[in-house]
C-alpha cells in the first residue's frame, strides 16, 4: 500500500492542475441549516469515501505507533526500567512531530508568485506584495510550493528507504546484548 500511496502521490502533484474559482460571499445560515448541509455533504459518496480513508489511515498510523513502542519496550534494559523507554519514546516522539511542522513552514518559501499587471514587479515579499497593489496589479501563483514540497519528500523518502531502511533491518535483527548497558558495580 505504501508503493501505491507514493505513486499516486507522485502522479498527482505531477498532473493536477489548479481550477481558479471567483470567490463568493458566504450566506449566512442558522445551526439547523448549516448541520443539514453539513449531514449532506458527508452523504455525498467522494466525501463519504474521504473521510473513510482517513479514518483508516489514521488507525494506521496509531498501528506503528504501537509497533514502535512494543519495539521499544522489547529491547529496553529491565535493569535501568522507566529512564531507557523515556529516552527510546522521547526520540520517537521528537522523529514523528518535527517533520510535518518544518513542511508546513516550508510551503510559502516553496511558492512562486508573479505580479501580474505590474511590469517590472515580483511578489517574493509582503512589501513586493503591496507595491504590486498599488501598481495596479495583482500576484498569481505560478507554482504551488505544495507541490514543489510533495516532489521533494518523495525523493527524501525513496533516499531514506534505500540507504537507511537496511540499517533498521539490521538493528531489528539484532541480539538482546546489543541494546543492554554495560554497568559498573
Known amino acids: ?14 498532473l493536477k492542475k489548479e481550477n481558479e474559482v471567483s470567490v463568493v460571499k458566504e450566506e449566512t445560515q442558522g445551526i439547523t441549516d448549516t448541520y443539514k448541509l453539513l449531514f449532506a455533504i458527508i452523504k455525498m459518496p467522494a466525501v463519504l ?24 519496550a522489547k529491547v529496553s534494559d ?29 510551503v510559502d518559501p516553496l511558492t512562486v508568485k508573479e505580479c501580474v499587471g505590474a511590469s517590472n514587479q515580483n511578489c ?28 521533494i519528500c518523495v525523493f527524501i523518502g525513496f533516499g531514506w528507504w534505500f540507504f537507511l531502511g537496511p540499517k533498521f533491518k539490521k538493528l531489528q535483527d539484532e541480539g538482546s546484548s546489543s541494546w543492554k548497558c554495560k554497568r559498573n558495580n
Open 49 to 72: 469515501t474521504f473521510c473513510l480513508l482517513i479514518l483508516t489511515a489514521k488507525v494506521t498510523v496509531y498501528s506503528m505507533y504501537v509497533s514502535i513502542m512494543a519495539f521499544n
Open 1 to 14: 500500500w505504501g508503493t501505491v500511496f507514493l505513486i499516486t502521490t507522485t502522479l498527482v502533484a505531477l
Open 124 to 151: 517574493r515579499t509582503p512589501d513586493a506584495v503591496e507595491l504590486c497593489k498599488k501598481l495596479g496589479g495583482s500576484c498569481v501563483t505560478a507554482l504551488d510550493g505544495y507541490y514543489v514540497e510533495s516532489i
Open 78 to 106: 529491565p535493569l535501568i526500567g522507566g529512564t531507557y523507554m523515556t529516552l527510546l519514546n522521547t526520540v520517537s516522539n521528537l522523529g514523528g512531530n518535527w517533520p510535518s511542522t518544518v513542511a508546513l513552514w516550508l
